[in-house]
Structure formats: structure tokens, C-alpha cells
């Protein structure tokens, strides 16, 4: 869950998959030979993931296995380099200056993961002066605060983005934004629309008012900027589950009709038959994991209470959903644990 401190200052993996029959037709194994190579040639991986701001732990951390972004942050990149992510929404990736340094989590991050990664915009803050918050004049720039998207040079072309923010600071722990990217596939021309938030997080009536606020908002302005009618994915920390009494930014999405949730993981789901996805691999854990010692699944549930949301239109076919764990054979996580959020993972095509 976010801080506003966010925004200032300085093995294998483990789990079962379960493989739903694929929606194509059967194939002679020639044409399957072929159809495999395209389906890979055309597959495109998309992710979400909370990093826990940096400075966080350095006011307060949440347990003893909870580690300095300096000690993180290894295996935050490690994780995403692994999954071969082409475009990741990142929550948490504060634009405050690391202690020491002159770089913010969120370029520190993207440097770390190399030349063929780069951010959709690398303003720090809406101000004139983009790298300070003091005195700041306030510009739209496309600054995002701590919600950044992350994409792969060498397969997509960014064409526009930008930003909307959702509150007024002063009346949240914000600022609260969404960022937005329309990307160009390189392999095909095929593009798509590609958005990120994080809400404020609380389970208070009176913060449950905010978020639906931000809800509307939100989807607003997708409607807005995705002019095209692309193929639009959501994704971001919504702040509440299916086990919340409510989920405001699920629901408006849902209700919008821009997209759909692919794992049918709705209000108090348990069974994923609802699922359109090819192949579901540790999909019963939560998404949120406090840094304890092993992610939480719950008994007789075959889908996970998430947090965090990767969410798409119906022009999208879901081939991979995954929760990205490092586990021991113990069941326990393997190492440094990367965030108190896992990373979620899909794998689409557009149509």
C-alpha cells in the first residue's frame, strides 16, 4: 500500500500452471508448427508491478524481511528481465531523489534494466522545474509522480502519452495519477492503448468516496485519450480486492465497457471458470505479501485476491496470466523479497 512518502525524498520459479484448451481451431502439426512460430512472433508481454517506494523502509518498515530498495531493487530487475516484459506499469517508483544520489527510483530502476528499456516520460514533476518539487509552478508535462510505464524499445514504438492527475494533494496521501502510452508494435504495426494507476489506498467510507471519484476519472480519460478505439490494457494497484466490501475502480471498469478482467476474478470468485486465459500459472496467490514469509492462497480458492490488475479489452486474446513468485520447495519465498507486491504477468495478442 502507498505512503506519500513515496514521492519525496531520497531459483526457479515455483508453482503449478493450469493449460485452458486454446479458443483456435486444431491444426495438421505442419500448420501448428507454423501457427506456433507466428503466435510467438506476434505474443506480446505486458506486466504490473508495485516496487515499494524506496524511502518507505527507511521511515518504517513493515517487517524485518522487508529490505532497503538498495538491496531490492537486484531483484526487482531480475524478476523483470526473467518474465521478458515488453511494457510494465510500475507503482511506487518514487520521482524523490534516492539518498546520495542524483537519480529517482523509478530512473534508477530503468537504467538498471539496460539500454532497450526506456520510460514513456521521464519528468519527475508536473512543474516547470521538472526535477524539484520545491516552488513548484505547476505545467502538465506528463509527470506521473510514482505511477511510470516502462517499455521495450526494440519491439514497440511509442507513439503519445501522458498523464491525468485524480485528486487534489492536499486532500489525499497522493498525488494520484494515471499515465497512459499508445504503443506501436514493431513486428506488425499493430497498436494498442496502455494505461497505469494508483488509487488511494484505504478501506474508510470516506476513502472509499475518494476512489470512486477517481474511478470516473479514470475512465474518463482512457475515453478521452484513446481516440482510435485501440485495444486498450489496464492495469495498476486498485486498492481493494475481491474480498473488499468495495472495489471502485474494478467496478467502473467493468461497467465502462473498455475492457474485461481475463481471469474473471470478480466479488468473492473462487472457481477460475470464468477465466479466459490459455494458461494460468500461480494464479491462487494473492498479489499483496507484506513481505511475510510465503504468499498467501486460500483454501478451496483457485484464484487469488489481487490488488494489483492487469485488465483488457475484448480485441486482446490472453495466452499467459501469471503471478510472478520466487519460491523455495518449502513454499517459502526464495532470497530477498522483491516488494510487499508481486508482480503480475500476461502474455496477449492483439487481434
Known amino acids: 500500500m502507498a505512503l506519500s512518502l513515496s ?123 521538472s526535477t524539484t518539487y520545491k516552488r513548484c509552478t505547476k505545467v502538465n508535462n506528463g509527470a506521473s509522480a510514482d505511477v511510470r510505464i516502462v517499455y521495450k524499445t526494440r519491439r514497440l514504438a511509442l507513439i503519445d502519452q501522458g498523464s491525468k ?50 474511478a470516473a476519472m479514470i475512465v474518463a480519460e482512457i475515453k478521452a485519450k484513446n481516440r482510435g478505439h485501440l485495444p486498450v490494457v489496464m ?3 486498485f486498492a481493494a480486492t475481491k474480498l473488499s466490501s468495495a472495489n ?27 477465466a479466459i486465459v490459455d494458461k494460468l500459472i500461480n494464479t491462487k496467490y494473492d498479489t499483496l505479501n507484506n513481505f511475510e514469509a510465503r504468499p498467501t492462497s486460500r483454501e478451496g480458492s483457485d484464484l487469488g485476491a489481487y490488488i494489483d490488475y492487469i485488465l483488457t479489452s475484448t480485441a486482446i486474446r490472453v495466452l499467459e496470466y501469471k503471478v510472478v513468485l520466487s519460491l523455495k520447495s518449502n513454499g517459502e519465498f526464495a532470497g530477498v523479497i522483491p516488494s510487499d507486491h508481486n508482480m503480475v504477468r500476461a502474455t496477449i495478442r492483439l487481434h
Request: net charge positive; aromatic share 6%; glycine share 6%.
Open 165 to 214: 492527475q485524480l485528486d487534489e494533494e492536499k486532500a489525499t496521501s497522493g498525488p494520484r495519477f494515471l499515465a497512459w502510452a499508445i504503443f506501436r508494435d514493431k513486428t506488425d504495426g499493430r497498436k494498442f492503448f496502455f494505461a497505469n494507476t494508483h488509487v488511494e489506498p484505504g478501506q474508510s467510507s470516506a476513502t472509499r468516496a475518494v476512489r470512486a471519484k477517481q
Open 235 to 237: 492495469t495498476g494497484d
Open 248 to 274: 471502485q475502480v474494478y467496478d467502473a471498469l467493468m461497467n465502462s465497457g473498455l475492457v474485461i478482467d481475463p481471469l474473471g476474478n470478480s466479488h468473492l470468485m473462487k472457481s477460475a471458470s470464468h
Open 7 to 129: 514521492l519525496f525524498g531520497a531459483l526457479p520459479i515455483a508453482g503449478a500452471a493450469t493449460v485452458r484448451p486454446a479458443a483456435s481451431p486444431s491444426v495438421t502439426p505442419n500448420l501448428a508448427a507454423k501457427a506456433t512460430a507466428s503466435s510467438a512472433a506476434e505474443s506480446l508481454r505486458v506486466a504490473s508491478f508495485n516496487v515499494r517506494c524506496a524511502n518507505c523502509s527507511r521511515v518504517s518498515r513493515i517487517n524485518g524481511r522487508e529490505k532497503r530498495w538498495e538491496k531490492r531493487r537486484a531483484k526487482v530487475v531480475s524478476q523483470i528481465r526473467a518474465e521478458k516484459v515488453d511494457v510494465i506499469a510500475l507503482q511506487e517508483a518514487s520521482p524523490g531523489r534516492l539518498v546520495g544520489k542524483k537519480i529517482s527510483q523509478f530512473e534508477d530502476l530503468t537504467k538498471r534494466l539496460g539500454s532497450s528499456y526506456r520510460l514513456t516520460n521521464s519528468n519527475r514533476y508536473g512543474c516547470a522545474k
